[in-house]
């Protein structure tokens, strides 16, 4: 399982270091191209969800350090360095399309934003070093 999740984080990562979740247009077929949008919040939760448990099961930090890169994709730290969490209405946009944001703010969109924060809290709460 962690070598399966080493490999999703490594594909996973723009060259400048951030999330790049595989996109939804296309996925990721075999022999294919990557599909690089429209990105999604539930994908950015799942990973988050995955790179904290790794962290509390085996205490490396590479995973915690994972966990926060993913995060940081809601709050800007992504290929368009556009927020996809709106502070301003405590919902989360739908995608990260390719030159813009879907503006819809769907529950299962904020759900995932709010469910990753929960994580973040819970590999705070077990390191404070992820504060």
């Known amino acids: 399982g962690l070598t399966s999740l080493r490999w999703l984080v490594e594909i996973q990562t723009a060259p400048d270091g951030h999330f790049a979740p595989i996109g939804c247009n296309g996925f990721w077929r ?4 990557r599909a690089h949008f429209d990105q999604q919040p539930l994908e950015a939760h799942a990973m988050i969800s995955a790179c904290v448990e790794a962290f509390l099961i085996t205490r490396d930090p590479q995973w915690g350090e994972s966990a926060r890169c993913c995060f940081e ?10 927020p996809i969490y709106d ?27 709010y469910l990753s924060q929960i ?6 709460e077990a390191d404070p070093q992820f504060h």
């Open 30 to 33: 075999r022999d294919g191209e």
């Open 73 to 82: 994709w809601f709050l800007g730290r992504n290929d368009l360095g556009l």
């Open 87 to 113: 502070a301003s209405t405590g919902g989360c946009r739908d995608a990260l399309l390719q030159d813009h944001l879907n503006e819809n703010q769907g529950a299962e969109s904020s759900l995932a934003f």
């Open 119 to 124: 994580e973040m809290l819970r590999l705070e």
